[in-house]
Each structure stands twice: as C-alpha cells, then as structure tokens.
C-alpha cells in the first residue's frame, strides 16, 4: 500500500499537466481528457486544489457559439486560475467581458508567458487597448483571437513589455502591426498570421520582413492542445522556419508553411514533468 501511495503521488501531477476544460461536443485531440469546470472547483473545495499547481498548460473553451453545446458559464474562473499557480501557457476562450476579480487572477499568473485570448473580453468593444496592463506584463507569446474588429487598435500591441511572439488572424492588421513595431523600434522574433484560406494568405503575401510567417492552420484551439500534450506547435514551428529565412536557407519571398509540414511540425520535443 505504500508503494502505491508513492507511486500516486508521483504520478498523479503528470495528470493534470494540461487541463482542457470544455463542455461534452467541443473538439479534442486523442489522448487529452477533457475537464468540466465542476470537477475542478470540487477538487478545489475539498482541498486538493494544490495538484492543480502542476497544471503547465491550462486550455479554456467556452463554446456557446457551437450549437448544441452549452457554454460553461464559469462563474468561479478566478478560483481556477487561483489554484493553477504554474500554468505557463493559457488558451482562454470566453464568452463573456472578464470582470475585476477574473483579470486579477489573470495578472497573477506570474508564470505565465504564453497565451490566447480575445482582447475585446479582456478590454472590453469600447475601451482603449493597453498594452501595459499587468495581465499582459509577462507575455511573450500572444494569439490574439478576435477576427471581426478592422477598427482594432492593433498599434497598441507594441506597448507589451516583454512580447516577442504575436500570432493573429484578422488580415487587416498585418501591415499596421509591422509598422507599429518598427516605430517603436521593436525586433519582434515572430509575427504569425493564422489562417485557413489561401485566399486570405495571398493577400499578405507582399511582406517580406524575414519575422513574417503565414501559417495554415484549422484549428488554433486544437494546435494549442496537441502542444500541451508533445510539445509541438506553431511557436516552434514558427521558430524554426524564420531561423531558416534569417540563415538564407529559405527565400524571403517564401513565406507560408502548413501544419501539415513535417519539415516544422514533426520535430521530436521531450515534454518535461512538473517540477
């Protein structure tokens, strides 16, 4: 029986390294079990909320908008954040304004470097962006997921301190988001635009920043989790294709890659434990 006892708990954080909270009928990739905000706020109010601090990849999908899903609803999204101390990648699809104490738990995800989310939900449709703000302080990595605001005030993103990755899939911010950061004089390592219509990538096809990626992609929630569970994602896959222009290997006039590429996205990676 003590052997078992050690070997749970050993074993048992590796479990919750990636939680993909979603309603039954939202997309999943094999292998991933999926969690229901229920289950999690039990395990936090029968105190064993702290396993939840192995918890690296932390992967939110509030579906209203698929019919025949009901929405979660997250009323207590704050306590899971609370309780997920580690996440180092967060993917947040929300269908509601985060409120103050939501934004808060946001901020204080210290470890936090890698995330997606919906600047409207975060600002809010009539609010200025702000680049400042501490829920954004330690970002390197962002997708940002609204599609529908050509007004956006996409510039803004330039003011994020530490960000040095931005993935996006609204065509009409490319070229303000380039010039935005060469005024600021920022040396971004990757400017990602996700889609999944050739049509829209040939319209973005006149950059020629070597930072530029165009990336075809079917699901930016389902590339988030496969990265959760092997380590694989557009990031790298990103990296490792701009390192290739940089180093003259790729013509600059080269600017697309798909994931279904195995050149970029079939690299072995050892996904660590937690520690």
């Avoid at 009323?75 to 997920?84: G, P, T, V």
Wanted: aromatic share 10%; charged share 20%; glycine share 6%.
């Amino acid at each position: 029986m003590l052997v078992a006892w050690r070997v749970k708990t050993w074993v048992e954080p590796f479990l919750y390294r990636v939680i993909f909270l979603a309603r039954l009928g939202s997309g999943v990739v094999d292998g991933l079990p999926r969690f229901t905000d229920t289950a999690l706020l039990r395990l936090i109010d029968n105190k064993r909320g702290a396993i939840l601090g192995s918890t690296r990849h932390l992967i939110i999908q509030d579906p209203a908008y698929v019919r025949r899903v009901k929405p979660l609803h997250l009323c207590r999204l704050d306590a899971i954040m609370a309780a997920c101390t580690g996440v180092t990648h967060l993917f947040l699809h929300s269908n509601s304004k985060l409120e103050s104490h939501e934004l808060a738990a946001l901020g204080n995800l210290v470890n936090l470097r890698f995330l997606a989310i919906h600047l409207s939900k975060l600002f809010g449709y009539m609010n200025p962006m702000d680049g400042a703000h501490p829920a954004l302080r330690n970002i390197t990595h962002l997708e940002v997921l609204d599609t529908d605001h050509a007004s956006f005030n996409w510039e803004k993103l330039a003011e994020i301190p530490n960000l040095t990755h931005l993935a996006f899939s609204e065509m009409f911010a490319c070229g303000r988001l380039v010039e935005a950061f060469r005024v600021r004089s920022r040396l971004m390592d990757a400017l990602v635009f996700l889609s999944e219509h050739d049509a829209e990538i040939s319209v973005v096809g006149w950059m020629t920043e070597a930072w530029f990626i165009a990336v075809q992609l079917s699901s930016s929630n389902l590339n988030w989790q496969r990265g959760g569970l092997t380590g694989i994602d557009y990031w790298g896959a990103a990296d490792r294709f701009i390192a290739e222009r940089r180093a003259g290997r790729v013509s600059l006039e080269q600017y697309v890659i798909s994931a279904d590429d195995t050149r970029y996205f079939n690299i072995c990676k050892v996904v660590p434990g937690p520690r």
